[in-house]
């Protein structure tokens, strides 16, 4: 049974396609492309949590900075109750 004709055409087209982007993805001038835009994303999210930050601080809402803090607090907690545990022994 042949293939479907929908088939032949995307092959006819996707073949030639792939081979230029797989040789493109493979050189220099892509992999900078591909770390200035890391860089550039990096960057944009900075900013934008910093406005974020702001904002939510205008308004006395908790950021993101305060929730990773407490949930640090709160894993030192459990800890330091591990360890008083262990050192009291079984029951």
Known sequence: MSAPLWRIG???VERPLAAVSESWVQTDQF???????F?????????????????????GLP???????????????ERQLRDLRAELGPR
């Open 63 to 77: 950021t993101r900075r305060d929730v990773n803090a407490l949930v640090n607090q709160v894993a030192g907690l």
């Open 39 to 59: 860089k550039v994303q990096r960057r944009l999210t900075g900013r934008t949590e910093k406005a974020m930050d702001t904002w939510l601080g205008v308004w």
């Open 10 to 12: 995307f092959d006819l």
């Open 31 to 37: 992999m900078d492309a591909a770390a200035l835009g």
